[in-house]
């Protein structure tokens, strides 16, 4: 089968590449870019492990193919951080001890993501609705819900002292 071209915005940058139609898309940025912050855990979806954003929305990159991505921009674990400074939400996973084994940390946080960047105050209950699609094969969920509740204090805040400083100037 040939392969076929595609052009794509990985973490910001703008990446072409040629790949089998079939690829899929976790295999592309774990083998091909090197970004290996995505896990493959099931290969079905059902755990998570290997949500990305797509389009800014939350994908299972184990069931999409690489070829689906083209176009478009994806974000992974590896680009929510800025300038070596960890995102709030991976401040708050560390803080609160939200990462456990780690196994499936990458996927929770992004999908954290995308759920306080549609509702930056969730209830307990919306963000335990949020993670359904994600599973923690460690403990529990107690210590992750309570990292995304004190991520969303944080982001919060920060947008708080941006406005202020607004306001100043």
Known sequence: MDN???????NGENVESEVEPRKLLVHFLREDLGLTGT????DTTNCGACTVLVDGKAVKSCTTLAV??????VTTIEGISKN??????????????????????SGMIMT???LLKR???PTEEEIRRGLSGNLC???GYQSIVESIQ????????EESEKEEMAVEH
Do not use: D
């Not at 004190?150 to 805040?157: D, G, R, V």
């Open 119 to 121: 509702n930056r105050n």
């Open 137 to 139: 094969r460690c403990t």
């Open 68 to 73: 689906q991505a083209s176009g478009k921009e």
């Open 39 to 42: 896990h493959v855990g099931c």
């Open 112 to 114: 954290s993501f995308w």
């Open 150 to 157: 004190y991520a969303s204090k944080i982001m919060k805040t």
């Open 84 to 105: 070596g400074k960890l995102h709030p939400i991976q401040e708050a996973f560390l803080e609160k001890h939200g990462l456990q084994c780690g196994y499936c940390t």
């Open 4 to 10: 076929v071209k595609i052009k794509t915005k990985v």
